[in-house]
């Protein structure tokens, strides 16, 4: 395995923190019953900017915002209204973004199709069509579209890569700094800033906010794991991106990029 290979596995095993039996519960409640309660609400760590050796790496990022290996993203969408997305990263899991964040499901056996399931939550794929079970009810889901995992081939110096539309734009992290470039008005204009991160939250409800004075405008990022979709290609991503700019608001998709699919 190559150092980079190694490198980018170190850094999303790190940050695997896997649901609760009771979050799962919760969670499909949420999404299959409305007005059912939100899960448990995980710690949140605020971060010095960085100094030394530190400032020349790039923050530690939270695996659910990762494919972790998976080769597409794939959209389902799903009655009752629903939309969820999947990546299976080998024969042997199934993670899960919901609206409300992530988990992974490893195999269980089944006579025809790929079926994954963790305490009472259960996703059952055949073909194009799946049904996701839970105690408290049922989907049945359609594929509607994949994507392909964005991976260091296309954008061989970042480590997470997000984009969003009217207006254009799209931003990378750096792999090796704490800086980000914002490239925006459909290509007409760019800005690199230094960050420092204000807060991060891991597990299934992954969060991270980025702050920066040192652009033309003060810039914050926030990254949620969550189902997301681009609102014109309708294309699956596992991270909900808004950006504030100034006195500016974009809203987006993103995605940790992966070493190599």
């Known amino acids: 395995m190559s150092k980079a290979l190694q490198a980018g596995k170190d850094r999303r095993v790190l940050y695997r923190h896997r649901s609760s039996v009771r979050w799962l519960a919760v969670s499909i409640c949420a999404f299959v019953l409305a007005g059912c309660a939100s899960g448990g609400q995980q710690e949140v760590s605020s971060a010095a900017p960085p100094s030394g050796l530190d400032a020349l790496k790039s923050p530690l990022m939270p695996s659910a915002f990762f494919a972790d290996g998976g080769e597409a993203f794939t959209a389902w969408r799903c009655t009752p209204s629903q939309d969820l997305v999947t ?9 899960l973004w919901t609206a409300l964040g992530e ?6 056996v089944v006579g025809t199709g790929s079926r994954y399931q963790l305490g009472g939550l259960s996703f059952w794929r ?7 079970e839970s105690d408290n009810g049922r989907l049945v889901c359609t594929l509607a579209s994949e994507r392909k995992t964005t991976t260091r081939q296309e954008h061989p110096e970042s480590i997470f890569y997000a984009s969003g539309n009217e207006p254009g734009w799209n931003l990378s992290l750096d792999r090796n700094s704490h800086s980000l470039t914002l490239v925006s008005d459909y ?3 760019e800005d690199t800033f230094d960050y420092r991160v204000a807060s991060v939250q891991n597990g299934s409800e992954a969060r991270m906010v980025l702050v920066s004075d040192s652009g033309r405008y003060p810039m914050e990022l926030d990254l949620r794991a969550g ?6 290609s309708g294309k699956p991503w596992p991270v909900k991106v808004t950006l504030r700019y100034g006195d500016r608001e974009f809203h ?9 699919r």
């Open 87 to 95: 990546t299976t990263p080998d024969d042997r899991r199934l993670r």
């Open 103 to 108: 988990t992974e499901l490893p195999s269980a």
């Open 126 to 132: 055949q073909g194009r069509d799946a049904r996701v």
């Open 187 to 189: 290509g007409q204009a």
């Open 227 to 232: 189902a997301c979709f681009d609102d014109m």
């Open 252 to 260: 987006g998709c993103g995605q940790g990029v992966e070493a190599s």
